[in-house]
């Protein structure tokens, strides 16, 4: 089932989405919607399946006693039935590799979905779709990481270089273990650095083994960093629904312990306020987040909300400005040329890095640049 491609039905889709996602206290609305038909589920489940939300779409309705078409409701208990076993799989994964490390004397920082798979703040195990299993090591321990996951039958993903992360995955496992230093590329170590992570870091078991996990002030404020800035969300007006909705999720679970305070002054020191206010307040929107204390709305956020919704409506501009950053962004591209940051040799890359693409994919570029990410 896909998405309508329609811009007008894709909004329409997304408010009738919206609302099933977020219950009664969705603060997204749209009084012209009405009760959806036959087509508006199809086109809403279409959405939700392009966002990577059915799992949790199947959750909502199916514990609020929602009455479905019988052809939804089975579409979406077989999403729901295979992605509870792929991440029963992730998580026999992941106790399998925190114990082979414990063995050794390392104990991994957990972060992202690894952390969710076994803090017990997922109600249903099959709600949230992920990718790979996000772990931190200590400096000077990834050597001998490596080698642990290899006699498990890990090795290096293919796929692009990225620095701040080691992707290892096992042959028919269900994706890899993402093996980091630090919490993600820059900017987020210099607003959250794996230091003060492990410092304030608390200990979790995972199976028989420990590890250890962000604290919730932690886990917050790297939910949003991942999402609005190292996924360009913020720049490139993009929709990352499944991300409010971890969001919403950590706050309704650790509200009381979450230190606002600090998010803010950290994010505004590093020049990311309007990043924050304008993630938090498109969780209000698109999931029914309660706006922290302190975070009035206001026109900017409205206005990057405008964006974002006309951006989805058409489907590709999001997913266009991205792919482009990501192509030629200075990490990358250092990786690929070696051009130690030089302004002149980045240049000089960017320019290699296009007539590399032109020569070797040809038509196949424009194809790939407007290509939907997640």
């Given at each position: 089932?896909?998405?309508?491609?329609?811009?007008?039905?894709?909004?329409?889709?997304?408010?009738?989405?919206?609302?099933?996602?977020?219950?009664?206290?969705?603060?997204?609305?749209?009084?012209?919607?009405?009760?959806?038909?036959?087509?508006?589920?199809?086109?809403?489940?279409?959405?939700?399946?392009?966002?990577?939300?059915?799992?949790?779409?199947?959750?909502?309705?199916?514990?609020?006693?929602?009455?479905?078409?019988?052809?939804?409701?089975?579409?979406?208990?077989?999403?729901?039935?295979?992605?509870?076993?792929?991440?029963?799989?992730?998580?026999?994964?992941?106790?399998?590799?925190?114990?082979?490390?414990?063995r050794?004397?390392?104990?991994?920082?957990?972060?992202?979905?690894?952390?969710?798979?076994?803090?017990?703040?997922?109600a249903?195990?099959?709600s949230?779709?992920?990718?790979?299993?996000?772990v931190?090591?200590?400096?000077?321990?990834?050597?001998?990481?490596?080698?642990?996951?290899?006699?498990?039958?890990?090795?290096?993903?293919?796929?692009?270089?990225?620095?701040?992360?080691?992707?290892?995955?096992?042959?028919?496992?269900?994706?890899?273990?993402?093996?980091h230093?630090?919490?993600?590329?820059?900017?987020?170590?210099?607003?959250?650095?794996?230091?003060?992570?492990?410092?304030?870091?608390?200990?979790?078991?995972?199976?028989?083994?420990?590890?250890?996990?962000?604290?919730?002030?932690?886990?917050?404020?790297?939910?949003?960093?991942?999402?609005?800035?190292q996924?360009?969300?913020?720049?490139?007006?993009?929709?990352?629904l499944?991300?409010?909705?971890?969001?919403?999720?950590?706050?309704?679970?650790h509200?009381?312990?979450?230190?606002?305070?600090?998010?803010?002054?950290?994010?505004?020191?590093?020049?990311?306020?309007?990043?924050?206010?304008?993630?938090?307040?498109?969780?209000?929107?698109?999931?029914?987040?309660?706006?922290?204390?302190?975070?009035?709305?206001?026109?900017?956020?409205?206005?990057?909300?405008?964006?974002?919704?006309?951006?989805?409506g058409?489907?590709?501009?999001a997913?266009?400005?991205?792919?482009?950053?990501?192509?030629?962004?200075?990490?990358?591209?250092?990786?690929?040329?070696?051009?130690?940051?030089?302004?002149?040799k980045?240049?000089?890359?960017?320019?290699?890095?296009?007539?590399?693409?032109?020569?070797?994919?040809?038509?196949?570029?424009?194809?790939?640049?407007?290509?939907?990410?997640?």
């Amino acid at each position: 089932m896909s998405a309508p491609r329609s811009p007008r039905r894709r909004v329409r889709a997304l408010r009738h989405l919206c609302p099933m996602l977020g219950g009664r206290t969705m603060a997204y609305p749209d009084r012209r919607a009405g009760d959806p038909g036959w087509t508006e589920w199809h086109d809403a489940v279409g959405v939700a399946m392009e966002l990577n939300v059915a799992p949790q779409l199947w959750c909502a309705l199916r514990d609020r006693g929602c009455a479905l078409p019988e052809d939804i409701a089975a579409l979406l208990r077989a999403h729901h039935r295979w992605n509870t076993i792929r991440n029963l799989a992730f998580q026999h994964r992941l106790a399998e590799a925190v114990e082979a490390l414990n063995r050794v004397g390392i104990t991994p920082l957990l972060f992202k979905g690894a952390a969710q798979l076994v803090d017990g703040t997922l109600a249903d195990a099959g709600s949230r779709w992920m990718a790979d299993l996000d772990v931190a090591v200590p400096t000077g321990r990834l050597a001998r990481t490596v080698d642990v996951l290899r006699d498990l039958g890990y090795e290096p993903a293919p796929g692009k270089p990225f620095v701040h992360d080691l992707a290892l995955a096992q042959p028919g496992g269900p994706g890899p273990i993402e093996v980091h230093l630090e919490l993600g590329s820059p900017p987020i170590p210099a607003v959250l650095s794996a230091a003060e992570a492990w410092a304030e870091s608390s200990d979790i078991a995972v199976g028989t083994a420990r590890a250890r996990m962000l604290c919730p002030t932690h886990q917050v404020l790297h939910c949003v960093l991942h999402a609005a800035v190292q996924d360009h969300n913020q720049a490139v007006a993009g929709l990352p629904l499944r991300h409010l909705l971890t969001l919403t999720s950590l706050i309704q679970v650790h509200g009381r312990c979450v230190d606002w305070a600090l998010i803010d002054a950290r994010m505004d020191g590093h020049g990311l306020s309007r990043a924050l206010r304008n993630h938090l307040w498109l969780a209000h929107r698109f999931t029914g987040l309660m706006l922290p204390e302190g975070y009035p709305d206001g026109m900017r956020p409205r206005f990057h909300e405008a964006r974002v919704l006309a951006n989805f409506g058409l489907g590709w501009p999001a997913h266009l400005r991205r792919n482009l950053r990501l192509a030629f962004a200075r990490d990358y591209l250092d990786a690929l040329y070696s051009h130690g940051d030089h302004p002149l040799k980045l240049g000089a890359a960017r320019v290699r890095h296009a007539v590399r693409l032109l020569h070797r994919d040809g038509r196949g570029v424009l194809h790939a640049v407007l290509k939907r990410g997640n």
